[in-house]
C-alpha cells in the first residue's frame, strides 16, 4: 500500500532553514507528483510547492518563491522541502501529499489531487 | 491565481440534518475540484474529486455539484464522524489552492 512517511518535529530559530523529507513506498515513485501543503495552528490548508518525481519540474506558490526549494532522490523515493529565512509565522505542520491517478501497463494517468498524504511534520520557529 | 472562497465558515447541525457547503472560485475552474474532510490531528482524506466523484471508499450520503465557480459539497443525513472540517481544492492551474475551510459542527 501507498506510504509517504515524514521526518520528524523540528524546533528552529528565525532565520534558519528547515528541510523535511517524505520517504515514499508502495509504488513506483517516478510516476507520481509530490505536493507540499503546511497548516498553521488552528488555520486551514496552505498549498506550498509541486514536483514531478519523473523529470523534476516544479511548481510554487508565489508566497514562496524563492524562499522554498522541493527536491526529490530518486535512489531513496524520497522528496525534500526546504524552507529558509524562517519566521514565527512558519510554524506549522508541513505534509507531503501524492498525485492521485492510476498507471496502467503503458501508461500513467495522474491529477494533482492528494488521496495519499504523510503524517506530518510539526516545523516550531521560535527564538 | 485562482482564488477560492468557501461559505459559511461555520455550519451548526444536529445528526440526521443535511449540510450544504459552498465553494466559489475566482475564475472558471471547469470541473477540476476536490473536496477533502479532516478531522483534528489528522491529515485530510480526499472525499470527492473533479466535482462529483467520489473517492475510494467514500460513503454514498456525501456528493457534490457545481461547475465553473460555483460548487457544492452535500450531506445528505449528518452522521457523528461527519462533523469536522471541509476544505475544496482546485487544481485547474498552477498554483494550486485550497479554500479557507467550512467546519460542520454539532448543534
Known amino acids: 500500500q501507498v506510504q509517504l512517511v515524514q521526518s520528524g518535529a523540528e524546533v528552529k530559530k528565525p532565520g534558519a532553514s528547515v528541510k523535511v523529507s517524505c520517504k515514499a513506498s508502495?509504488?513506483?515513485?517516478?510516476?507520481?507528483?509530490l505536493s507540499w501543503v503546511r497548516q498553521a495552528p488552528g488555520q486551514g490548508l496552505e498549498w506550498m510547492g509541486w514536483i514531478s518525481a519523473y523529470n523534476g519540474n516544479t511548481h510554487y506558490a508565489q508566497k514562496f518563491q524563492g524562499r522554498v526549494t522541493v527536491t526529490t532522490d530518486t535512489s531513496t523515493s524520497t522528496a525534500h522541502m526546504e524552507l529558509r529565512s524562517l519566521k514565527s509565522d512558519d510554524t506549522a505542520v508541513y505534509y507531503c501529499?501524492?498525485?492521485?491517478?492510476?498507471?496502467?501497463?503503458?501508461?500513467?494517468?495522474?491529477?494533482?489531487?492528494?488521496?495519499?498524504w504523510g503524517q506530518g511534520t510539526l516545523v516550531t520557529v521560535s527564538s | 491565481e485562482i482564488v477560492l472562497t468557501q461559505s459559511p465558515a461555520t455550519l451548526s447541525l444536529s445528526p440526521g440534518e443535511r449540510a450544504t457547503l459552498s465553494c466559489r472560485a475566482s475564475?472558471?475552474?471547469?470541473?477540476?475540484l476536490a473536496w477533502y474532510q479532516q478531522k483534528p490531528g489528522q491529515a485530510p482524506r480526499l472525499l470527492i474529486y473533479?466535482?462529483?466523484n467520489r473517492a475510494t471508499g467514500v460513503p454514498a450520503r456525501f456528493s457534490g455539484s457545481g461547475s465553473e465557480t460555483d460548487f457544492t459539497l452535500t450531506i445528505s443525513s449528518l452522521e457523528s464522524e461527519d462533523f469536522a472540517v471541509y476544505y475544496c481544492?482546485?487544481?485547474?492551474?498552477?498554483?494550486?489552492?485550497f479554500g479557507g475551510g467550512t467546519k460542520v459542527e454539532i448543534k
Open positions: 481544492q482546485q487544481r485547474t492551474t498552477w498554483p494550486l489552492g
Open positions: 473533479d466535482t462529483s
Open positions: 501529499a501524492r498525485d492521485d491517478g492510476y498507471c496502467s501497463s503503458t501508461n500513467c494517468y495522474t491529477n494533482e489531487y492528494f488521496q495519499h
Open positions: 475564475q472558471s475552474v471547469s470541473t477540476y
Open positions: 508502495g509504488y513506483t515513485f517516478l510516476n507520481y507528483g
